[in-house]
């Protein structure tokens, strides 16, 4: 190994990581443990499973905002590299699934026109696919307040704070009817409060500030706070579950440290940059529907519902083996092409 590629920075702990989250984002569409109990299939699922997306979310602030919100860079080709990217990827992922959407009956009924565009732009395309959209509008909303990372990280936090009473403490705002019926209002335009607006912009902020060594926490202190701020998680999802606040579990308050300290501790995991393990993750997230979907047809044609559907854990199980070695199978292709293309350039 050379010089210049031992002081080159390993973020071999935040790709191993990817795939676990894109396990994770499969386990909160199968529910994987509610065949065994419903309780403990939604403390692991919709609480402790809600760091997925926020730590993909805190990746693309990593790599992608620093030199806006910490340096104030000028140049904006990195960040339009980043959204048409994403808007590429959204459109084939969205052409991919428009025929189930269209036989599920996502684009039937009246205001047919309202119904298209709030799907393109917050409620995603298909179910998994709002994190698309939403990752461009938080990095625009960032990008927006680019001069003071102090700036851009109030304003994220004011959002999620806003976000917090249209999703897991809707029914505490629910009695009073003039801030309720303002909910409602923008619930006509967007689903969720989880999206691009209120969601993403506070997870790439805290993604953006971990490049200032600074605002890192190393050793027992990272390992201690994340504890700590999970179990304070499950404490919340509790009261949660319990006091009947929910509209949707998307958004803790507890999941802001908890964030923190996990990204802390992903930057400190040793081992090489993967770019066959980041590629892996994308399609498993992009792909995981389709094999739901065939998984639970399959069941059905040879009888086995019992087993592949009914049966969560093996059906969980089943898609997972099945998305990832269709995505492994797409990253070889892949790379392969741009082999090919490279030695015909050359």
């Not at 995991?269 to 992009?286: D, H, N, P, Q, Y």
């Not at 065939?294 to 997972?320: D, I, K, P, W």
């Amino acid at each position: 190994m050379s010089a210049e590629t031992a002081a080159r920075p390993q973020y071999g702990g935040i790709d191993r990581f990817r795939i676990i989250a894109a396990l994770i984002i499969v386990g909160i569409h199968t529910y994987p443990l509610a065949s065994v109990s419903e309780a403990v299939n939604f403390y692991v699922v919709h609480v402790l499973g809600r760091v997925a997306v926020p730590f993909f979310l805190m990746v693309t602030g990593y790599f992608l905002l620093p030199r806006y919100v910490v340096r104030n860079a000028c140049d904006t080709e990195p960040l339009m590299g980043f959204v048409k990217k994403t808007v590429v990827i959204y459109l084939l992922a969205t052409l991919l699934y428009l025929p189930i959407s269209i036989y599920a009956g996502h684009y039937s009924g009246g205001g047919l026109f309202a119904v298209i565009v709030r799907n393109i732009v917050f409620d995603g395309t298909f179910y998994h696919l709002w994190y698309l959209p939403a990752s461009i509008i938080g990095v625009l909303i960032v990008f927006a307040f680019r001069a003071s990372l102090r700036r851009a990280f109030v304003v994220a936090v004011l959002l999620y704070i806003a976000g917090l009473f249209g999703d897991n403490y809707f029914g505490v705002i629910y009695g009073v009817p003039l801030i309720r019926n303002a909910y409602e209002i923008r619930f006509r335009i967007f689903s969720f409060t989880r999206n691009g607006i209120f969601y993403a912009p506070i997870f790439l902020v805290m993604g953006a500030a971990m490049a200032k060594r600074e605002n890192r926490v190393r050793g027992w202190a990272c390992v201690t706070g994340l504890v700590v701020s999970l179990v304070v998680m499950m404490l919340e999802g509790y009261m949660i579950r319990h006091c009947g606040f929910s509209r949707h579990s998307s958004m803790y308050i507890a999941l802001v440290p908890v964030m923190f300290f996990l990204f802390n501790l992903l930057l400190s995991g040793r081992g090489k940059t993967s770019v066959l393990l980041r590629g892996i993750s994308m399609w498993v997230f992009i792909l995981h529907p389709l094999f739901i979907i065939a998984v639970r047809g399959f069941a059905r044609g040879v009888g086995l519902t019992y087993l592949l559907v009914e049966n969560s854990l093996v059906h969980f199980m089943a898609v997972c083996v099945l998305s990832v070695a269709a995505s492994v199978l797409c990253v070889e292709l892949h790379l392969r092409y741009k082999r090919g293309f490279k030695g015909v350039q050359a």
